[in-house]
């Protein structure tokens, strides 16, 4: 830990203003200049130092990180949250997660009307998801693409047939037509150009493929009631947060169908626990992270302890609350904090 933390040390001589690109005054999904604040936050996850600001266009309601953070600065927050330190908590996270990706791959299968099929998931980590969905697709392959190693895990693991690393705009111009699916779930909220990303997955799919995106909604009643402590928000992650009539448009726009738009299929019952358990952290913040100045001493842990002892009726009660309040209501009352559309590209 010692020699992580003299590496961050150095790291943030400069400041974190090193880590953002210029503000932008502009929308970058309409253009528009009629910008305002949406949210201004902190790192609630993994307690890097700095402020992350998300404006909102009040012309087309896109949602969006500004300033950005630059290559440097996704380096730096990227950098032990899905690899190193966060690896295996994260890792056993995806994996724990079999009835969710199981539910994704079937909201797909009445528009694969029992045809084989390659199937490409972009952001696809350690492949969970890939491995889950073959046993709903008995007749679908599936090959991974991540920017970290994961897809090679995946590959070497047996999830997938191949793992390819890397950027998808940069692997769509080698695989035109390579597939009959893809998939982006929860990916192109991390990328720093939606359309770019858009386009590369018309590239690879083939004439009739299908396009399967779930992102967080940013229209969500529940980004408004819980203000930072909403976790899709995820920052410094998350660049772009896309209302839906404005993806739909622009798949339309880039040559796809929509087929289906789903929302409390889409929807992860987490929201309050979530909330619960990012404020509880936040008041007392003890854990041994080499980016903070020092280890914390035995009275901050002591604190740290009983604080979240303390917590566990609030994260039961807002367990249940979830399960069985949340779910059956999400729908009905705008509670859904996810979407997903099901797109095919034109047959020509």
């Known amino acids: 830990m010692a020699v992580l933390r003299a590496a961050y040390r150095r790291e943030l001589a400069e400041g974190t203003g090193v880590f953002f690109e210029a503000r932008q005054h502009r929308c970058p999904w309409c253009g528009s200049a009629r910008l305002g ?42 950098r032990d949250f899905y690899d190193g ?7 056993g996270l995806f994996a724990s997660r079999t009835a969710s990706y199981r539910a994704r791959a079937a909201s797909v299968r009445p528009h694969l009307a029992g045809r084989p099929a390659e199937w490409l998931d972009v952001g696809t980590g350690h492949g969970h998801f890939c491995a889950s969905a073959a046993d709903v697709l008995p007749d679908v392959v599936f090959d991974g693409l991540d920017r970290s ?23 769509a111009a080698t695989l035109p037509g390579a597939y009959d699916v893809v998939s982006m779930f929860h ?8 359309q770019d990303e858009l386009e ?11 396009l399967v995106i779930d992102v967080p909604d940013p229209e969500s009643r529940w980004a408004r009631l819980l203000g930072r402590w909403w976790l899709p928000w995820l920052q410094p992650q998350h660049l772009h947060l896309i209302p839906v009539a404005n993806l739909r448009r622009r798949l339309a726009e880039t040559g796809f169908t929509v087929l289906a738009e789903e929302h409390a299929e889409a929807h992860d019952a987490v929201d ?12 007392a913040p ?24 303390a917590g566990v009726p609030l994260l039961l009660a807002a367990t249940v609350l979830d399960r069985t ?21 034109a047959e020509t």
């Open 149 to 171: 190693d994961g897809a090679e895990l995946a590959r070497q693991a047996g999830r997938v047939r191949r793992g390819h690393r890397g950027s998808f705009t940069e692997l």
């Open 200 to 210: 590369a997955a018309h590239a690879v799919l083939r004439p009739g493929g299908l």
């Open 325 to 345: 309040l949340a779910r059956p209501l999400a729908g009905r009352f705008g509670l859904t904090n996810a979407y997903r559309l099901v797109a095919r590209r």
């Open 286 to 309: 003890g854990e041994d992270l080499p980016w903070l100045p020092e280890p914390p001493g035995a009275v901050r842990r002591a604190v740290r302890a009983a604080t979240l002892l």
């Open 37 to 78: 604040g949406r949210l201004r936050t902190t790192d609630l996850l993994q307690h890097k130092p700095g402020e992350f600001s998300l404006d909102r266009c009040h012309d087309c309601g896109h949602v969006f990180q500004n300033p950005r953070l630059s290559e440097r600065g996704l380096a730096f927050y990227y």
């Open 85 to 91: 330190l966060g690896e295996e908590r994260l890792g």
């Open 187 to 194: 990916y192109l909220e991390h990328s720093t150009d939606p």
């Open 272 to 283: 309050l626990v979530s909330a619960a358990w990012l404020a509880l952290d936040a008041l």
